[in-house]
Antibody, heavy 120, light 103 residues
Framework: EVQLVESGGGLVKPGGSLRLSCAAS????????MNWVRQAPGKGLEWVSS????????YYADSVKGRFTISRDNAKNSLYLQMNSLRAEDTAVYYC?????????????WGQGTLVTVSS | DIQMTQSPSSLSASVGDRVTITCRAS??????LNWYQQKPGKAPKLLIY???SLQSGVPSRFSGSGSGTDFTLTISSLQPEDFATYYC?????FGQGTRLEIK
């Protein structure tokens, strides 16, 4: 059974940093591109970042470029999101999600999400 | 930059109704359009990929159509568990969502 379990969320002050993790199991992690998608309270979905299976290709939303860094460790079946210079508008539930079979065919498995709250 | 616009933003319907949700892209995206269902407090669930392909395990009452700029998600006969918010997605862009409520 495919499972994605996020961790690392919490309360952080503006300007602070946080590192999210996503532990994957039930599939060959090293064969899939992975993504972070966030959802602010009461709002819609916003794609944050993507990383290809071998980390060769990395993409970011303009809203986080230069502040967030996506990475993965295929030996540990884990995906990460380092978030620096956090702002109030980064407050959201952060989901990790797997590419279906290509980036154009959707995200077929999602974690349960981890809440990041940026507030003083 | 491609924009994705869903309509309506909310919709009231009854169990057994046929419901259609529309997603329009600001420029042609071929068939690169996916649909998700999200229930409160839960992660989104992939329903339809590549405009019309039904994701494994998704009931056949869900269907998708369209290409180019105009796409639709149709639920042929609404079930109680279908009341949720639906999102379209193209690449790194999501629509704003359509909230489907019980009439």
């Amino acid at each position: 059974e495919v499972q994605l379990v996020e961790s690392g969320g919490g309360l952080v002050k503006p300007g602070g940093s946080l590192r999210l993790s996503c532990a994957a199991s039930g599939f060959t992690f090293s064969s899939y591109s992975m993504n972070w998608v966030r959802q602010a309270p009461g709002k819609g979905l916003e794609w944050v970042s993507s990383i290809s299976s071998s980390s060769s290709y990395i993409y970011y939303a303009d809203s986080v470029k230069g502040r967030f860094t996506i990475s993965r460790d295929n030996a540990k079946n884990s995906l990460y999101l380092q978030m620096n210079s956090l702002r109030a508008e980064d407050t959201a539930v952060y989901y990790c999600a797997r590419d279906h079979s290509s980036s154009s065919e959707g995200l077929d498995y999602w974690g349960q999400g981890t809440l990041v709250t940026v507030s003083s | 930059d491609i924009q994705m616009t869903q309509s309506p933003s909310s919709l009231s319907a009854s169990v057994g109704d046929r419901v259609t949700i529309t997603c329009r892209a600001s420029q042609s995206i071929s068939s690169y359009l996916n649909w998700y269902q999200q229930k409160p407090g839960k992660a989104p669930k992939l329903l339809i990929y590549a405009a019309s392909s039904l994701q494994s395990g998704v009931p056949s009452r869900f269907s998708g159509s369209g290409s180019g700029t105009d796409f639709t998600l149709t639920i042929s006969s609404l079930q109680p568990e279908d009341f949720a918010t639906y999102y379209c997605q193209q690449s790194y862009r999501f629509g704003q969502g359509t909230r489907l409520e019980i009439k």
